[in-house]
């Protein structure tokens, strides 16, 4: 729907999440060298880039697990570079893992249960039979050990996980990595639904083409930097982008 | 070899396994959540021990109490004395060196364990000027033991096996249905993970230091109640034994700790008792009981390097 | 590990001794040089576990020693001489006592010392002292090989010319706790455990020889470590075995558990045990089960030796903070025996002190000839360094605690 607004009007609403001038290093290494992006209510924004580009370590750090070592991240409303990433989750922010994360040694509703772990006590039943809804695989297997699923099993369990907590912002870091043709699509297909139900979602994904079909907007990184940024259509369009990460030319 | 004896050492041997498995679980949790062989742990035990006398010698009444009146006390005393210094070894000794490599921690915790022991051997005073540099007398049960077919069970033994039972199920609730316990199980499995669930990383690793703290505790009031005495230095056998048992299970696993525990218990109790009881083989027996227990741990570990309960499911991630 | 812990902080102990055995190396020699007014100063070294299991002996041992030294400097038994007395603390362990030993050694001040409690320490420390000729006079160790030579019951040799002690052997002890039990007792089957320590060991040995000659049956034979304090195993063994007696080799923080744990499984039969298990402490460990164990000691029981009421009066009057326990009679002579020695090595040269070595062989040489009436009764040295007496006391536990003695006597073998 965002992409139906004007360009004055997108910047008449308030982001969720903006990014100034971020940089982020492990050691001496520098992997983020000054990134700005904003993340408006509703939006998807897709973030592409090569192996290495710097795409994870933008949303580690975006999640606390990382520090950066200069920049802003205003996230609704909250300075949040100095937060330990056990706070940021409470502000809303989720973070669904690369490589999934799930934990191995417990069952897919203890899983579940741990991702509304900032909810407390609260009554989770609702929120459980969503995600069953959502994922009925999960619901079927609701008491077995998560280490058992399969790998796109898996990536059900951790966007279900993410979505526990009731996140104002959701991190996907590659959801669709390492998954059959058949498992991606389906993927995709729930990150798409997600978009429709209101999520406001961040998107790391290498398969480039889905992302910028599902992206209202999007940033292109090379080593650290932003080096193309716009709307999915526009970037569709793009030629660089089209012989680097689309695989034409 | 008749029965009741052979059924004496397996009582022997359970008592023993679960006083063991106690102290077993303290030694796994920690390795559990941050990796460390925290090898102060013994002396945690040992300053249970300590706490748990010291409500009985230096507060006025308790020691003219039933016995059984005076347990609760004595163990809350314990308790609250091994919390109190595992979290605070924690929290002084160990957290500074989180990021630090991992030979930093592990060489503190030696540097810990001897300073522990000095600290009681050299300054804890009992009323009427005693001190603690040698061991010193320790409550326990009056009465006869409880004869079951020949088979004698000490009221201490009792204690003992209830509570290591109790304290295994209050453990196994707190993990397995607790908030709290499945935070503490998702530190121990994804570190990283769990701090993007909104878990502190920092309060599950207290957690775990205070609970193994306080099952030790028990262990030394078993321990204390067993033997009539306790002493600054009991900490290193009955650390090393508990150690081995949470290798011996799998460490980082905490049914494990227990199992490996009581099977350390009973191979121990076995091997000597069986070997001192006939003639030709009685110089092998109670000389050789550490043998016998190392034996079984080396074996175990040549069959399954991971230890009886490590690692059931396969991390796919 | 504990014991390789011990070890490394023995290392440290023994390197801080050596830093201020020489540092009093120069300062010795200023006052002996300075010999402007001030009394020359002999040191007597004593060692003795200070801390640990066997505190309470070694503090005994200690403050003994200490009596005679503050004795001889008030009475100016050797004139123009304060004797100084220096305590170390051994912790029981082997290693520690020989850095302590190496300690002794090198400050020249030091003239004989006086100790160890252990057999195993006493093992360690004894090539240290034999090779600087300083006199060593143990009050407590009672292995026989520490005199005799590793082959005494064959071949007796002297081990260490420079090793004396004033306390019967295990030699005589275990041999007349086996004849009291077969003869007096009338207990012909009996169970051992042994600590696996030079003295248990010892002890356990020289009882079931002489067990056996005299037609009686060692049921069961165990060790175990001196960490111990877990023995169901033992016991149900022993249960089995039909023993009527448990003989123990060791000392009292491994020897009450058994006690204790004897009685509870259920055993009525009395531990019987060494001086190592002749401690206030067991009984207080073991509980009212002790009651009819017992404890053999070396020596006849002090209390009621005529020769003793001095040192006995002496003692209580000086309130040292702890009891002498069972070898403040041997302490107390051995220290003595080392200041006559130090006096006859002076009166040698004329009053003078010899320069270092050679003062060290001439109260070796005094050692040897000493004969004096001490507290324990006459002390004079044989050819292996050891005490004529073959006096040993069986005391028993009656009503929580210790007695006067059951049975005082010499065994002849």
Redesign the interface.
């Known amino acids: 729907m965002t992409a139906l607004l004007n360009d004055e009007a997108l910047l008449s609403v308030e982001a969720l999440l903006s990014v100034e001038a971020l940089h982020v290093a492990y050691g001496r290494v520098e992997a983020v060298k000054g990134i700005s992006m904003r993340v408006l209510p509703g939006q998807t924004v897709a973030l592409l880039g090569a192996n290495g580009a710097g795409k994870t370590t933008t949303l580690r750090t975006l ?3 990382l520090r950066p070592t200069a920049g802003t991240i205003r996230f609704a409303g909250q300075s949040l570079e100095r937060v ?4 940021i ?2 502000a809303g922010l ?2 669904c ?1 690369e ?8 069952t897919i509703e ?1 899983n579940l ?3 509304a ?2 909810r ?2 609260e009554d989770l039943g609702p929120d459980l039979r969503q995600a069953y809804e959502r994922f009925p695989i999960l619901g079927e297997r609701h008491d077995q ?1 998560a ?3 399969s ?1 796109g099993e ?1 990536q059900m369990l951790a966007i279900a ?1 993410a979505l526990m ?1 009731r996140p104002r912002l959701l991190m996907l870091d590659e959801p669709s990595m390492g998954l059959s043709p058949i498992m991606m699509q389906q993927i995709l297909r729930t990150v798409a639904e997600l978009k429709d139900a209101g999520t406001t979602i961040l998107l790391v994904e290498q398969n480039a083409q889905a992302a910028l079909a599902l992206a209202d907007y999007a940033y292109v990184l090379e080593t650290g930097r932003i080096v193309v940024e716009g709307t999915g259509a526009e970037l569709l369009a793009d030629e660089r982008v089209r012989v680097a990460y689309l695989g034409e030319g | 070899m008749s029965v009741t004896v052979l059924l004496q050492l397996v009582e022997n041997g359970l008592v023993l396994g679960a006083m063991y498995g106690l102290i077993a679980v303290g030694y796994t949790m920690v390795y559990g959540t941050i990796q460390l062989i925290n090898f102060a742990h013994g002396e945690i035990f040992m300053l249970g021990g300590f706490g748990a006398l010291t409500v009985y010698a230096w507060i006025p009444g308790v020691a003219h109490l039933p016995l059984f009146a005076a347990l609760p006390l004595m163990l809350l005393g314990g308790v609250v004395v091994a919390v109190a210094a595992a979290v605070g070894a924690e929290r002084l000794a160990y957290r500074p060196l989180r990021t630090a490599p991992r030979l930093a921690p592990l060489i503190t915790a030696i540097g810990l364990s001897l300073a522990l022991q000095q600290v009681v051997s050299l300054w804890y005073r009992l009323p009427g000027g005693g001190n603690a540099k040698a061991p010193v007398a320790f409550p326990s049960f009056g009465g006869k033991a409880f004869d079951l077919g020949g088979v004698l069970v000490q009221r201490a033994d009792l204690f003992t096996v209830i509570a290591a039972a109790v304290c295994m199920a209050g453990l196994a609730w707190f993990v397995a249905r607790t908030r709290s316990g499945r935070a503490m199980q998702a530190t121990a499995q994804d570190p990283d993970t769990a701090r993007l669930m909104g878990i502190d990383p920092d309060r599950m690793i207290v957690v775990a230091f205070a609970v193994g703290a306080a099952l030790a505790a028990v262990a030394a009031l078993t321990q204390g109640l067993r033997y009539g005495q306790i002493s600054f230095d009991m900490g290193f056998v009955a650390g090393l034994k508990a150690f081995t048992a949470a290798v011996l299970g799998g460490i980082g696993n905490v049914r494990g700790a227990m199992l490996g525990g009581i099977v350390l218990g009973l191979a121990e109790e076995l091997s000597s008792g069986i070997l001192a009881h006939f003639r030709d083989t009685a110089q092998y027996g109670q000389a050789w009981a550490d043998v016998w227990a190392f034996v079984l741990l080396i074996l175990v570990l040549l069959l399954r390097p991971q230890g009886l309960l490590g690692e059931r499911v396969a991390d796919r991630a | 590990m504990f014991q390789r812990s011990l070890a490394v902080l023995g290392a440290v102990a023994g390197v801080c001794g050596l830093a201020t055995a020489c540092g009093s190396r120069s300062q010795s020699a200023h006052t002996a040089s300075g010999s402007g007014g001030g009394a020359t100063v002999v040191k007597i070294g004593l060692d003795a576990p200070l801390t640990g299991g066997l505190q309470a002996l070694g503090l005994g041992m200690q403050y003994s020693a200490q009596l005679a030294v503050d004795l001889a400097n008030k009475q100016q038994a050797v004139p123009g001489v304060t004797f100084q007395l220096v305590a170390k603390d051994d912790q029981a362990s082997a290693s520690i006592g020989e850095q302590n030993a190496a300690a002794y050694v090198a400050d020249p001040g030091v003239a004989g010392v006086v100790g160890p409690l252990n057999s195993a320490v006493a093992q360690s420390m004894q090539s240290v002292f034999n090779q600087a000729n300083l006199v060593d006079v143990s009050s407590a160790s009672t292995n026989p090989s520490l005199t005799q030579g590793p082959n005494w019951k064959t071949a007796k040799t002297r081990a260490y010319p420079s090793f004396f002690r004033d306390i019967t052997t295990d030699a005589v002890q275990g041999p007349f706790a086996a004849d009291y039990v077969f003869k007096t007792l009338g207990i012909h089957s009996v169970a051992t455990v042994d600590d696996g320590q030079t003295y248990g060991v010892g002890l356990v040995e020289t009882f079931s020889a002489e067990f056996k000659k005299l037609g009686g049956q060692i049921a069961l034979a165990q060790t175990a470590t001196a960490n111990t304090t877990d023995y169901s195993s033992v016991i149900s063994a022993v249960k089995s075995s039909g023993a009527k007696l448990v003989y123990y080799g060791g000392e009292y923080p491994a020897g009450a558990p058994l006690s204790k744990e004897l009685k509870a499984a259920g055993l009525n039969i009395p531990e019987m045990g060494g001086d190592g298990n002749q401690d206030p402490t067991y009984i207080k460990t073991a509980g009212p089960a002790s009651n009819g164990d017992f404890a053999t000691v070396p020596g006849a029981p002090l209390a009621a030796l005529p020769s003793a009421k001095d040192f006995i009066a002496q003692y209580q009057a000086a309130h040292f903070p702890a009891p002498y326990a069972i070898y403040g009679g041997t302490s107390y002579d051995a220290a003595e025996s080392i200041i006559l020695s130090v006096k006859a090595a002076l009166a040698q040269d004329g009053g003078k002190m010899p320069a270092g070595d050679a003062f060290r062989s001439q109260v070796e040489k005094a050692e040897q000839a000493v004969s004096f009436d001490g507290a324990t009764g006459p002390v004079a040295f044989d050819q292996y360094g050891d005490v004529g007496s073959k006096v040993i006391t069986m005391y028993k536990i009656e009503n929580g605690a210790w007695d006067q003695g059951v049975y005082s006597g010499a065994f002849a073998g």
């Open positions: 999640s606390g697990l330990p990433a056990h706070h989750v409470r989720a973070h893992p490589a999934r994360r799930i934990f191995p040694r417990m203890e249960r741990l991702g772990f900032i407390g006590n050990m280490g058992l699923l790998g898996q996980r907590c």
